[in-house]
């Protein structure tokens, strides 16, 4: 590299102290300050206290593209520039610190709350003010230069680095679940997490560190002729497969078991996600069809089980029998609600036929609307109760099990209509239907002329994404009991959505993935709770601009993604070449082209 | 019957977009087993034409019969059905999907299988799938070993340019036509492919008994393959004819050179 980029230091700069002050005013360092993840050192707070100068400067040290070409920084430039985006975003910090302080800490206090004394102390690491500015520069100068270390040093050092610091912080973050595990399986947790703080001991965070960095070195190492050996083995032959399928399926069915009810509790909940997106991602995955109203099936779903299986009103002067309702077996209620669930599918998607991306949004978004405000609306309070909503769903009693009561029964009820999901989306989209879904979605008017009746296919896509999420929404009423218009609200779609974005879309194990991260990481770190939606929000900005494919991309929808690249780098490349050529044959410049080439 | 019923037959065919005349009043027709070719300058009306017949717009006036019906008013995947296939001027692909996936979406009119019989896979599926993996496969061998190989698992977009085009014109053979509409087949293609792309057109309706339908600049092509030629200018018909009769058409000198510079 050249010069300095100061310009782009100081723009980076300033753009991580505005987000280390949002992240300080909506209370998320004071709120993590005291969660311990490895020794009593190493909180939550403080890795989140480093963060944003390591995210921008990990940013700010990426590859550049110049003229069509990548050109790295070298490792010590990188985490110089680094360390000079964190010096810009610490100063930046250190001077809203101080002059918050200067200004008083209880006059701020007055609009944002999360402003205290104790919040500067923390940042400060509890050194007095003025040269607590100066701890506080110096910390985020380490948090840029550990970014520009994570991006400019060579492969061989700072991904197996990578991978044990994220092990360490994943682990650490997972400490409720994790000591109950090794305490079920009759193992001591106390060498590796410490009953004092909770967190992990720092014995327990070196292991994990040297485990994570050493699997990572020795996978390294094991080259990609061992990887393909074993890809191919499972691939090729069909006991090795079966051996696989078996194995996770055994592992499914014991999980409950040594994880307990807390967190079967939070895995049922992540498994009516898994059926929410598989559903949605047939219709905006698979089909293409942008709807941003599929609540409405989870809706569908879990009022008509209620009522098909005995549920009846809560009314202010007690319990009242529904305007229409049936006393059925869940066993059949639940086969009766995907088809009626399909049929609502048929009757969302005629009237939106004819629309196109935006517009469809749009219109699917309303629909959504309708259906959630029904929920609540007096108008239909003969039918599900209204805002007091409808008590008494069918437990779906069966050999004992009892689905409501139990969540790690319920687990288990889950998990076989999650695997019937992913079996119907994994055997359609790899047939003459979900063919044709794929080549609507690419070009639909082409489509059509090539012998696609993109009507019936649309209608299709709706019907069963719909059935799916109906299901979703059915196995929710009977694990809850009762249901109220609350759990109806926008936010159901958007969520859904989110999970198939996140993981990839029109991806199954990207489904499976991204409800794990959204609905399950939530669910096991209460603390979370309050931040759910910020964290959405951040998760999918950030998927959006570092793998726009998702977690587990889909094939082709990575395709997609790399054909755009590819392209705009050939032009990238061919515009400055020839560029170069014509100025090298034309004195005046890049004036003489040939417009027969551009037609 | 008192006359031979046409296989493609346009009576006053009109379609404007807003002021404009794409076609006004266009009269034409096909037979079994010809192969025709249009010509006529930039905005003729010839794309305006092919979108008419193949349901993609509908005309503001006249009437298209394919074997004797009407077929103005069925949406495109109908007429695809009937027999009528095409490919497009500006080379639409399926460009994410392989090359064997592009043909066997061809096939798509021709099988049946639906949600029960994919999810269960029924022996009848499978039977069908495998039917609609071969016949993609002959069409795509139809091009020789252009589209054969490894090349058919890889994505469309990483084709060439001339086998882009190529491979639009296989998915169309992959829809079991009786007429082929080619728009510019030979646009941006070399010299040589261009010659090559000519047997293709003639192959087409010897070896494959299709009748074809093809806009063509490339004069060469249009000589080499016509059994009749026929011209448009301002969305209508000015000259028809063999090769020779159309090309010394005083009037389709004109359109193609102006007025003036004749004189």
């Known amino acids: ?104 800490v209880e006059r701020i206090r007055e609009v944002f709350i999360a402003v205290s004394e104790p919040l500067i102390d923390f940042m400060t690491l509890g050194t007095a003010l003025p ?35 994220l092990a360490v912080i994943v682990l650490g973050l997972l400490q409720r679940i994790v000591p109950i595990v090794l305490v079920q399986l009759g193992y001591t947790a106390d060498w590796l997490y410490s009953p004092v703080t909770e967190g992990l001991t720092w014995l327990g965070g070196a292991l994990i560190f040297a485990v994570g960095a050493g699997a990572n070195v020795l996978w390294r190492r094991a080259g990609s002729s061992a990887r393909e050996r074993v890809q191919s083995r499972v691939a090729e032959q069909p006991a090795a497969k079966l051996g696989l399928v078996l194995a996770i399926l055994a592992a499914l069915l014991v999980l409950p078991l040594l994880l307990g009810e807390v967190i079967s509790e939070v895995l049922g909940t992540v498994m009516i996600y898994v059926l929410l997106g598989l559903g949605l991602n047939i219709v905006v995955g698979y089909a293409g069809l942008l709807d941003l109203g599929y609540v409405a099936f989870y809706a569908f779903g879990a009022y008509t089980l209620g009522l098909l299986t005995g549920g009846f009103l809560n009314t202010t002067t007690g319990a009242a029998e529904p305007a229409l309702s049936a006393d059925i077996s869940f066993y059949v209620a639940i086969w009766i609600v995907a088809i009626m669930a399909a049929g609502v599918g048929l009757l969302i998607g005629a009237p939106v036929l004819r629309l196109r991306g935006d517009y469809l949004a749009i219109v699917t978004l309303g629909l959504g609307e309708i259906v959630s405000v029904m929920t609540a609306s007096k108008w239909a309070q003969p039918l599900i109760g209204g805002p ?146 910020l964290i959405y929000g951040g998760a999918l900005v950030a998927i959006m601009i570092l793998r726009p494919q998702g977690l587990v991309p889909n094939i082709r929808r990575s395709r997609e993604l790399e054909e755009e690249e590819a392209s705009q780098d050939a032009w990238a490349k061919s515009a400055a070449g020839e560029a170069e050529a014509v100025a090298a044959v034309v004195p005046g410049g890049p004036l003489g082209g040939e417009p027969e080439d551009l037609e | 019957m008192s006359e031979p019923v046409h296989m493609l037959e346009l009576s006053g065919v009109a379609k404007h977009f807003g002021g404009l005349y794409a076609l ?62 095409r490919t497009f001027q500006t080379v639409h692909l399926f460009p994410n999907m392989t090359i064997l996936e592009n043909a066997m979406v061809g096939q798509h009119c021709r099988s049946r299988s639906g949600v029960f019989g994919s999810v269960l896979r029924l022996p009848s599926t499978r039977r069908e799938e495998e039917r609609i993996r071969s016949k993609a496969k002959e069409s795509l061998a139809f091009f020789g070993s252009r589209l ?31 007429l082929v509409m080619l728009d510019e087949p030979t646009a941006g293609m070399n010299p040589r492919e261009t010659l090559e792309l000519r047997d293709h057109i003639v192959r087409m309706r010897n070896e494959l008994g299709l009748t074809v339908l093809v806009i063509e600049h490339d004069m060469r092509v249009v000589k080499g393959v016509s059994d009749r030629v026929m011209a448009l200018d301002y969305g209508r018909k000015i000259a028809e004819g063999t090769y020779e009769e159309v090309a010394n058409d005083p009037q389709v000198i004109e359109a193609y050179l102006g007025t003036k510079a004749a004189g």
Not at chain 1, 136 to 151: D, M, N, T, W, Y
Not at chain 1, 476 to 486: N, R, Y
């Open chain 1, 1 to 104: 590299m050249g010069a300095l980029p100061v310009r782009s230091i100081v723009r980076a700069g300033l753009a991580g102290s505005v987000v280390s002050m949002y992240v300080a005013l909506v209370g998320l360092y004071s709120k993590f300050a005291d969660l311990e993840l490895v020794g009593e050192q190493v909180t939550l707070g403080r890795v989140l206290l480093l963060a944003p100068a390591t995210v921008v400067a990990y940013a700010m040290t990426r590859p550049r593209i110049v003229a069509g070409e990548r050109r790295p920084f070298a490792f010590g430039s990188g985490v110089a520039v680094g360390a000079l985006t964190g010096l810009a975003t610490g100063v930046g910090v250190a001077v809203a610190v101080g002059v918050a302080d200067w200004f008083g």
């Open chain 1, 131 to 165: 040269a607590g500015l100066l701890v506080l520069v110096a910390l985020s100068v380490a948090g840029g230069a550990i970014g520009g270390f994570a991006r400019t040093a060579p492969d061989e050092v700072r991904k197996p680095t990578s991978v044990g610091v």
């Open chain 1, 388 to 533: 007091q909503g409808l008590r008494g769903v069918t437990k779906a009693e069966i050999f004992g099990f009892n689905f409501q009561d139990n969540p790690q029964h319920f687990y288990y009820l889950a998990l076989a209509f999650v695997l019937l999901a992913l079996f119907v989306s994994w055997r359609l989209s790899a047939s003459r239907v979900g063919r044709a879904w794929n080549a609507m979605r690419e070009d639909e008017q082409v489509a059509d002329a090539m012998g696609i009746s993109t009507i019936r296919y649309k209608l299709l896509a709706f019907a069963i994404g719909g059935a799916i999420g109906s299901v979703g929404g059915a196995l929710f009423a009977v694990g809850i009991g009762s249901l109220t218009p609350a759990s109806f609200e926008i936010l159901v779609s958007i969520t859904a959505l989110a999970v198939v974005i996140l993981g990839g879309l029109g991806s199954l194990p990207g489904v499976v993935v991204g409800a794990l991260v959204l609905i399950g990481m939530p669910g096991l770190l209460r603390e979370f709770e309050e931040y759910r939606l």
């Open chain 2, 24 to 85: 006004s009043g266009l009269d034409m027709y096909v037979d079994e087993g010809e192969i025709v070719s249009v010509i006529g300058p930039n905005g003729a009306g010839k794309s305006t034409m092919f979108n008419v017949v193949t349901g993609l717009y509908g005309p503001d006036d006249g009437d298209v019969r394919f074997r004797g019906d009407s077929i103005v008013g069925l949406a495109p995947n109908r007429i695809t059905r009937l027999g009528i296939s």
């Open chain 2, 148 to 178: 054969a190989g490894y090349r058919q698992d890889q994505p469309a977009f990483a084709l060439s340019y001339a086998n882009r085009r190529r491979l639009e014109m296989a998915r169309a053979l992959a829809t079991d036509p009786v």
